[in-house]
């Protein structure tokens, strides 16, 4: 149980488009999600959080016009980086917490999503 | 606010050694523990956990003991496996709130 999938799993684009990064709960109900950034060698950077059906709240420094994010239901949360460009490239991460019995404090982390862009 | 440090790494081992990777926490009150582990170009999957003090997680030959005298919580493993190689982040989170905050990660990498 407790599975956090991520899709696309990379993805390629151009300058100046936007991508749309998907994460999903498959077996449980999330009522919170994280999106992270990950840096080569580095430890994750929270972007921000997001609760189903409200505003994300996201962490100082990140630009909440550039990172969409969307939490339609308990089991979809998307993020959008828009208008792109070569310093957004890294790997980006989901993580859903609530429901999954395992606590309020434990998060399923996704597979991760490596965003390059030309 | 919280802050999590663990030791730098990469920890190189031979297969069939003792591992120690050190994670020392700063925190308000009580906070949750935990390790996570990221093979090579996957995301994080929870190793352990523990939620109160002298609680012992314990997964896959791993284990953490969460002590708050010394605000530690070791990973220690007997015996690794070539396949054990990969990056082991400790965390924390405020109890009942759950924001993580990572240390930067520990490369391991074991030797056959």
């Known amino acids: 149980g407790a599975v956090v999938s991520q899709h696309p799993s990379w993805v390629i684009c151009k300058s100046g488009t936007s991508v749309k990064i998907e994460c999903r709960s498959l077996?449980?109900?999330?009522?919170?999600m994280f999106w992270y950034r990950q840096f080569p060698k580095k430890s994750l950077m929270l972007m921000a959080t997001?609760?189903?059906?409200?505003?994300?709240?996201?962490e100082q420094g990140v630009e909440k016009d550039k990172f969409l994010i969307n939490h339609a239901s308990l089991t979809l949360s998307t993020l959008t980086v828009t208008s792109a460009h070569p310093e957004d490239s890294s790997f980006y991460i989901c993580?859903?917490?609530?429901?999954?019995?395992?606590?309020?404090?434990?998060?399923?982390f996704g597979p991760g999503t490596r965003l390059t862009v030309l | 606010g919280n802050s999590v440090t663990q030791m730098e790494g990469p920890v190189t081992l031979s297969e069939e050694a003792f591992l120690t990777i050190n994670c020392t926490y700063t925190?308000?009150?009580?906070?949750?523990l935990f390790w996570y582990v990221q093979y090579p170009g996957e995301g994080l999957q929870l190793l352990l956990k523990?939620?109160?003090?002298?609680d012992k997680g314990s997964n896959k030959g791993f284990e953490a003991t969460y002590r708050k005298e010394t605000t530690s919580f070791h990973l220690e493993k007997g015996s690794v496996q070539v396949s054990d190689s990969a990056v082991y982040f400790c965390?924390?989170?405020?109890?009942?709130?759950?924001?993580?905050?990572f240390g930067k990660g520990t490369m391991l990498l074991v030797s056959p």
């Open positions: 077996d449980f109900q999330a009522t919170t």
């Open positions: 965390a924390l989170s405020d109890p009942g709130y759950s924001t993580l905050t």
């Open positions: 997001s609760n189903e059906g409200s505003k994300a709240t996201y």
């Open positions: 925190a308000t009150g009580y906070p949750s």
């Open positions: 993580s859903a917490g609530g429901l999954a019995g395992g606590g309020t404090d434990t998060q399923y």
């Open positions: 523990a939620t109160k003090a002298d």
